[in-house]
């Protein structure tokens, strides 16, 4: 079975451009979430996806970030424009509807922003 | 604010020896935690988990010991081998709060 998929895995843009991660769950995965590393600091929540609609979206930055799960399937993930403190690790993760109390995440390799 | 915290950002232990690593919370709410162990350029994949109606969760040479009225918990690994060199993140979930809230996580270093 595949597991979670990114592409890119790295992106060097300037402070300004526009760029969109996308992410490939595990098949028949429902839940799809999105997490940002920072400078090797604490793996941050951005949001989450349930088919696709949002369940979550409490930590997405700002408007400058959008994502979208269109079909329930892949979900891309939009900066525009970017800002030097947008470098990090973008880390995509995905589970199956989860029975109360167990919500095991697996993580795709993540996507390497560097903004100059 | 980070509601979970790993004071240790590195651990060195030697081969064969027992690795500890900690983690605390603050908040009340979570009852469910989990550790992911990462390697270099990886995602981080899930490695144990316990349950807040659990003090301890053993799967091979990982046992997760939860100690909630402290709000810690700490993984154990024995015997540490040179593959379990890593960074390893505690991470934690509330009910029916799908979302996790990591530490900044703890590398280990094994030596031979």
């Known amino acids: 079975e595949a597991g979670v998929t990114q592409f890119p895995s790295h992106s060097v843009i300037e402070k300004g451009q526009t760029v969109t991660l996308r992410c490939d769950p595990i098949?028949?995965?429902?839940?799809l979430y999105w997490y940002r590393r920072v400078m090797g600091k604490e793996i941050k929540f951005l949001l989450h996806?349930?088919?696709?609609?949002?369940?979550?979206e409490s930590g997405m930055p700002n408007n400058r970030f959008l994502a979208e799960r269109t079909g329930g399937t892949y979900s891309t993930l939009k900066v525009q424009p970017a800002e030097l403190e947008d470098s990090g690790v973008y880390f995509c993760?995905?589970?199956?509807?989860?029975?109360?109390?167990?919500?095991?995440?697996?993580f795709g390799p993540g996507t390497r922003l560097t903004v100059l | 604010d980070q509601q979970v915290k790993q004071n240790s950002p590195s651990l060195s232990v030697q081969e064969g020896r027992i690795s500890i690593l900690n983690c605390d919370y603050t908040?009340?709410?979570?009852?469910?935690f989990l550790w992911y162990k990462k390697y270099p350029a990886e995602g981080p994949t899930f490695l144990i988990s316990i349950s807040s109606i659990k003090d301890k969760n053993e799967d091979g040479r990982f046992t997760v010991f939860l100690n909630k009225s402290a709000k810690h918990l700490s993984l154990h690994i024995v015997p540490s081998q040179p593959g379990d060199s890593a960074v390893y993140f505690c991470?934690?979930?509330?009910?029916?709060?799908?979302?996790?809230?990591f530490g900044a996580g703890t590398t280990v270093t094994v030596r031979a």
């Open positions: 993760a995905s589970s199956q509807i989860a029975e109360q109390g167990y919500n095991e995440q697996f």
């Open positions: 098949s028949g995965h429902d839940n």
């Open positions: 908040n009340s709410m979570f009852d469910y």
């Open positions: 991470a934690a979930s509330a009910l029916n709060d799908y979302k996790l809230s």
């Open positions: 996806f349930v088919k696709e609609s949002k369940q979550d």
